[in-house]
């Protein structure tokens, strides 16, 4: 167990719609970052966040947003989904954002018909 | 333009034995590199970390070597368990932590 909490675990929705993914980092953690895992493109970063502020961005959609809280827990908000979007979403954190050991979450199973 | 390749999607080694697996990238500005472990239905585990101002980095069972002048990295598991069967994702980042670039993963198999 790595600390990391993702909910929820799977998720089926359907085109269109709108959905949040929420993570909780490791007690202590201050940086958080968001993954897609599909299974063509592999483990793909998408955004960092350290502190509530946001800190690097990476192919990341403009359907996609984020946001880390004053808790530190951390959404990601996927909208108009697409089939495409079906993927795993996985959540990690760090200590701070120049640590580079990443800690990652169980994962949410995002599932788009 | 995969920056991070593991050639090999698929290796498979008898109980005892060594395993290695190899990574290779091609960004120079790469500074820090980490192997995770997979499992089905599991986020990656953190496994082993180098950094480039090293070439070994050795923990228990796991060792990782890197060779900055072929932009190379393997992690040598000995002996190899049964339990080690899973996916092996090899990771690179630069400038101070922040975002992790990926290889493809490397199923490791162990028979008993």
């Known amino acids: 167990d790595s600390g990391v909490t993702q909910t929820p675990k799977h998720l089926i929705t359907a085109t269109g719609q709108r959905v949040t993914l929420r993570c909780s980092p490791r007690s202590g953690d201050l940086s958080v970052y968001w993954y897609q895992q599909s299974l063509d493109q592999g483990l793909q970063f998408l955004i960092q966040?350290?502190?509530?502020?946001?800190?690097a961005k990476g192919n990341i959609l403009e359907r996609f947003s984020a946001q880390q809280f004053p808790d530190l827990h951390s959404e990601l908000n996927l909208s108009s989904l697409e089939l495409g979007d079906s993927a795993l979403y996985f959540c990690a954190s760090s200590h701070s954002p120049g640590y580079n050991e990443q800690f990652f979450g169980p994962g949410t199973r995002l599932t788009v018909l | 333009d995969q920056q991070v390749k593991q050639n090999s999607p698929s290796l498979s080694v008898q109980e005892g034995r060594i395993s290695i697996l190899n990574c290779d990238y091609t960004?120079?500005?790469?500074?820090?590199f980490l192997w995770y472990k997979k499992y089905p239905a599991e986020g990656p585990t953190f496994l082993i970390s180098i950094s480039s101002i090293k070439d070994k980095n050795e923990d228990g069972r796991f060792t990782v070597f890197l060779n900055k002048s072929a932009k190379h990295l393997s992690l040598h598991i000995v002996p190899s368990q049964p339990g080690d069967s899973a996916v092996y994702f090899c990771a690179a980042s630069g400038n101070q932590g922040g975002k992790l670039i990926f290889g493809q993963g490397t199923e490791l198999s162990v028979k008993p």
């Open positions: 966040y350290y502190n509530g502020e946001e800190r």
């Open positions: 960004n120079s500005m790469f500074d820090y």
